[in-house]
Structure formats: C-alpha cells, structure tokens
Nanobody, 127 residues
Framework: QVQLTESGGGLVQAGDSLRLSCTAS????????VGWFRQAPGKKREFVAA????????YYANSVKGRFAISRYHDKTSVWLQMNSLQREATAVYSC????????????????????WGKGTQVTLSS
C-alpha cells in the first residue's frame, strides 16, 4: 500500500510563496503519475497540477498556470508543488495523489484516475 504524506502548508499572505511536498512510502515513486488537488471550504475538490507517469509532461489548472510548478525531487522520493504569487482563493486543503497506471493527458485532472491519496496539508491566506 502506497502512503503519501504532504507537508509545507501554512499561513501566508497574498503574494507570498509556499512549496508543498508529497513524500511516498515506496521506492519506485518515480514510476507513478502524481497529482495535486485542493479543496476550499464549502467547495468541491479541484485539480491543481499533475505530472505524468514518465515525468516528462506537466499539467496545470488555468487558475494557477504560470504561478505554480510541479517537480520531482532528484531521487524521485518526493514531488513538490511550488506555489508563487498566492492569491486569497488559494486557501484550501492541498492533497497529493498517485496513480500506478501510465497516466497522461487530460486524464490527469480526474480524481478517479488516482489510487492513492494523502491526508492533505492546509494552506491559508490571511485576510
């Protein structure tokens, strides 16, 4: 069973940056497609960013494109989400998810494609 652990959340101000980390309990985490999703209070969970199983393709929601970046740590044990120029609507619980299948393309944005989920880390923009 793959266990995912997110970290890096916190309380920040608009315009600040944060880097979230998703660490897996398996050594072959580099073979998984990884996605980041977020759920704001009172809203449905939404897609934020994803990396294909090859690591060659990256995908972003339109709302974060140009400000967020997903990357894989050099030893492939973790996946990061660098978030810059955070805006108030970024307040949410951010969760990472992993898929063992060869996930790529539009499917990376679908929660149903992922087999494993972390518990999430809270990101809060101060008012």
């Amino acid at each position: 069973q793959v266990q995912l652990t997110e970290s890096g959340g916190g309380l920040v101000q608009a315009g600040d940056s944060l880097r979230l980390s998703c660490t897996a309990s398996v050594r072959n985490f580099g073979d998984y497609a990884v996605g980041w999703f977020r759920q704001a209070p009172g809203k449905k969970r939404e897609f934020v960013a994803a990396m294909s199983w090859t690591g060659n393709n990256r995908y972003y929601a339109n709302s974060v494109k140009g400000r967020f970046a997903i990357s894989r740590y050099h030893d492939k044990t973790s996946v990061w989400l660098q978030m810059n120029s955070l805006q108030r609507e970024a307040t949410a619980v951010y969760s990472c998810a992993a898929a063992a299948i060869k996930l790529d393309g539009d499917r990376v944005a679908s929660e149903r494609e992922y087999d494993h989920w972390g518990k999430g880390t809270q990101v809060t923009l101060s008012s």
